[in-house]
């Protein structure tokens, strides 16, 4: 692969992995309720750090690094879940008011709303 086509694509990838992380961390601070701002910081692990990754993928020279830059990839699409999860599950447990921004699952199950 030529080095220019290389590097625009890498330019590109990199590129869209900023452009995704500051409208997501835009999100972050915008949004009021812990379960939009979640969504934002989920959008940020996973698009962001996907584009930049390939990116890095793409520009590095030895192939020795692309199965370390796949791990970590893998590691962070495995943990943010994981973490997002807990931190939605300690919202809607400690949060008196979540019944008034989402439907629970212990709603749904009893047909209130």
Same mark, same amino acid.
């Given at each position: 692969?030529?080095?220019?086509?290389?590097? @625009?694509?890498?330019? #590109?990838?990199?590129? @869209?992995?900023?452009?995704?992380?500051?409208? %997501?961390? +835009?999100?972050?601070?915008?949004? $009021?309720? /812990?379960? *939009?701002?979640? !969504?934002?910081? =989920?959008?940020?692990?996973?698009? %962001?750090?996907?584009?930049? +990754?390939?990116?890095?993928?793409? +520009? /590095?020279? %030895?192939?020795?690094?692309? &199965? $370390? @830059?796949? =791990? /970590? @990839?893998? #590691? +962070?699409?495995?943990?943010? &879940?994981? =973490?997002? !999860?807990?931190?939605?599950?300690?919202?809607?447990?400690?949060?008196?008011? /979540?019944?008034? !921004?989402?439907?629970?699952?212990?709603? $749904?199950? *009893?047909?209130? !709303?």
């Amino acid at each position: 692969m030529s080095e220019t086509v290389r590097y @625009l694509i890498t330019a #590109v990838l990199f590129l @869209l992995g900023i452009v995704s992380a500051a409208i %997501s961390m +835009l999100g972050v601070y915008r949004f $009021k309720f /812990v379960m *939009n701002r979640m !969504h934002c910081a =989920a959008i940020l692990d996973t698009v %962001s750090m996907a584009c930049i +990754l390939v990116g890095l993928m793409v +520009l /590095v020279h %030895s192939w020795s690094f692309v &199965p $370390k @830059l796949i =791990a /970590v @990839l893998f #590691v +962070l699409w495995v943990s943010s &879940p994981v =973490a997002s !999860h807990i931190v939605g599950r300690m919202e809607i447990d400690t949060d008196e008011t /979540v019944s008034e !921004h989402i439907q629970t699952g212990e709603e $749904k199950e *009893n047909g209130s !709303h």
